[in-house]
């Protein structure tokens, strides 16, 4: 990246809040996506000359599905009452109610999900990224990225049976 400062500081400011957002949605807790986050912007700083938003989210994903393949287990919170996003006037309110009210037993199923299973659902289904996005994203073919969603969505309703549309009599 640029060696100025000042348009480092301004492009890490503009930037911050979308890559922490969703390290926060794919690790599931505050403080390993505030590790996620700057690990990300170190990686840009170091070894891309010209970052792009679409290579932040590309370097946020793929750097949470290597971690978890270290880990093999990611530990998913719940977000306390009093914990809160990074302030900004730039995130809309419903985003920030979305991201507190999780609900704990899709927290535990996720958890349950392997991490390229977790990836695609989160990508998809609370990013709400088109299966193209995904795909370049992660650098996948289409139909691979569908079949992990259609793996992931159903681990989902195995995990959370008690959340399936209930039929009509």
């Not at 996620?36 to 010209?50: C, G, M």
């Amino acid at each position: 990246m640029a060696t100025d400062d000042g348009v480092w500081d301004d492009w890490v400011r503009t930037y911050f809040e979308r890559v922490y957002r969703r390290a926060y949605r794919l690790t599931g807790n505050r403080q390993d996506a505030e590790d996620l986050a700057q690990d990300v912007f170190v990686r840009v700083f170091r070894y891309v000359s010209a970052p792009t938003p679409a290579l932040l989210h590309v370097i946020t994903t793929n750097l949470f599905i290597d971690r978890a393949r270290a880990k093999r287990r990611i530990r998913w919170d719940r977000l306390a009452d009093n914990d809160q996003l990074p302030a900004s006037g730039e995130a809309p309110p419903p985003q920030i109610v979305e991201d507190r009210i999780l609900a704990s037993d899709v927290v535990a199923a996720l958890q349950g999900l392997c991490p390229e299973y977790r990836a695609v659902v989160v990508l998809r289904d609370i990013e709400g990224l088109t299966y193209r996005e995904i795909a370049s994203t992660l650098g996948l073919k289409i139909g691979t990225v569908q079949s992990r969603i259609h793996r992931g969505r159903a681990g989902l309703r195995h995990a959370l049976p008690h959340r399936a549309p209930r039929q009509a009599a």
